[in-house]
């Protein structure tokens, strides 16, 4: 299948480092997998940490459907080329009138991964507005090195650590990624980006897929990648082969969490060997 992005779309992402609002779903697909979602979330017995609902494409067919989205993977296949792995997903979650936020980060801080060869769409599957607490990058800073970041832990960061980067950002160079339902936007791994918290009164739900061009190596693979698209020709990784079956919702939940803590627990080793 041809890649959906024109050349300008291609330019602009390699020049600002984001591209969007590219639009990926129809309605009734944003119903579908918000309800795959919501019954998700229905099944936990308390408010889910972002660690919690990391790598659920693993576990539940919506969420293997969602990252494996033809229009999806035609946006992404220009940025990457043919040849697509789905290294890992979370969902970012922000209930109306939540203290939550996302410090300014770069994501190629911590992934323990040896390339830039990676990609991140965030599908919007609610508004996603300055109101709700939409992603907010600054264009352009995936060309700068990597920046000192500090571990925060702070309560209402939904990054795992509270991971905050150690520059100021000044508001004039940072754009508001406002998306609708459907719409997506690609990041790459270095650009500095956050999010304010939702002042409005419905939540901010935020699908994070991460793509890898399969030669990127990873320094402790730990969970199985997807082959989305095209070929794996270098074999760094282990690949499920087949979407998860249609399980119910509490017994995919058990699977998941203790899948989500060991990816949780590898992206804490990598960055432990990094700082080493
Ligand atoms: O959901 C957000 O506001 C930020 C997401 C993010 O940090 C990411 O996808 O890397």
Same mark, same amino acid.
């Not at 690609?186 to 980006?193: Q, T």
């Not at 020709?233 to 990784?237: I, N, P, Q």
């Given at each position: 299948m041809p890649y959906s992005l024109t050349s300008e779309q291609v330019a602009s992402y390699e020049q600002q480092g984001i591209l969007f609002p590219i639009a990926v779903l129809q309605d009734e697909e944003v119903s579908h997998f918000r309800s795959g979602y919501d019954?998700?979330?229905?099944?936990?017995?308390?408010?889910?940490?972002?660690? &919690?609902?990391?790598?659920?494409?693993?576990?539940?067919? %919506? $969420?293997?459907?969602?990252?494996?989205? =033809?229009?999806?993977?035609?946006?992404? &296949?220009?940025?990457?080329?043919?040849?697509?792995?789905? %290294? $890992?997903?979370?969902?970012?979650?922000? =209930?109306?009138?939540?203290?939550?936020?996302?410090?300014?980060?770069?994501?190629?801080?911590?992934?323990g991964l040896d390339s830039t060869l990676v990609t991140t769409a965030w599908i919007a599957l609610s508004p996603s507005t300055i109101k709700s607490g939409c992603m907010r990058v600054a264009p352009g800073t995936q060309r700068d090195s990597?920046?000192?970041?500090?571990?925060?832990?702070?309560?209402?960061?939904?990054l795992s650590r509270g991971q905050e980067i150690q520059v100021d950002i000044a508001d004039k160079d940072v754009v508001d990624v406002v998306l609708q339902p459907g719409e997506m936007s690609?990041?790459?791994?270095?650009?500095?980006?956050g999010s304010g918290r939702n002042v409005s009164n419905e939540p901010r739900i935020g699908f994070a897929v991460r793509y890898i061009d399969p030669q990127v190596k990873q320094t402790a693979p730990g969970h199985p990648v997807i082959v989305a698209r095209g070929k794996d020709?270098?074999?760094?990784?282990d690949h499920m082969t087949e979407p998860p079956p249609k399980m119910n919702v509490t017994e995919a939940l058990s699977k998941h969490l203790a899948a989500a803590e060991i990816h949780a627990r590898e992206i804490l080793s990598t960055q432990a060997a990094n700082e080493e």
């Open positions: 019954d998700l979330i229905a099944a936990f017995d308390h408010k889910p940490k972002s660690t &919690e609902l990391g790598v659920t494409h693993l576990h539940f067919r %919506w $969420a293997w459907d969602l990252v494996t989205h =033809p229009k999806v993977l035609n946006a992404v &296949e220009g940025v990457l080329g043919p040849d697509l792995l789905v %290294w $890992a997903s979370s969902i970012f979650v922000k =209930p109306p009138s939540d203290p939550s936020y996302i410090s300014f980060h770069q994501d190629g801080t911590y992934w990597i920046h000192p970041h500090e571990e925060t832990w702070a309560e209402d960061n939904l690609l990041h790459h791994v270095n650009i500095i980006h020709r270098y074999g760094h990784y």
